[in-house]
């Protein structure tokens, strides 16, 4: 059974930084694309950033380029969301997913339970 684990969601000023954590169980990580997704109330889930299995190509949606990094841990179960420059409008319940193509949230199969990030002075 395929399990995801997400962790570092919080509360932090505008400007500030925050690193999500995800750790997989019952799945090697390295063999599929793995993904952050996003779910603001009211709003459609968003595809964050993700990377692919093959050859660590990424995607970033436009309004989190230069300041989130996706990233695959040394351990092979893990990976990585760094979140800096956060601003209110990414106030919003963060998911990882894997095993999934491009950066849709419905194609991915394995999906985390969400963590919590609020952006708020």
């Known amino acids: 059974q395929v399990q995801l684990v997400e962790s570092g969601g919080g509360l932090v000023q505008p400007g500030g930084s925050l690193r999500l954590s995800c750790v997989a169980s019952g799945i090697t990580l390295d063999d599929y694309a793995i993904g952050w997704f996003r779910q603001a109330p009211g709003k459609e889930q968003q595809g964050v950033s993700c990377m692919s299995a093959s050859d660590g190509t990424t995607y970033y949606a436009d309004s989190v380029k230069g300041r989130f990094t996706i990233s695959r841990g040394n351990a092979k179960n893990t990976f990585y969301l760094q979140m800096n420059n956060l601003k209110p409008e990414d106030t919003a319940v963060y998911y990882c997913?894997?095993?999934?193509?491009?950066?849709?949230?419905?194609?991915?199969?394995?999906w985390g339970q969400g963590t919590q990030v609020t952006v708020s002075s």
């Open positions: 997913a894997a095993d999934g193509i491009r950066c849709l949230p419905r194609a991915y199969d394995h």
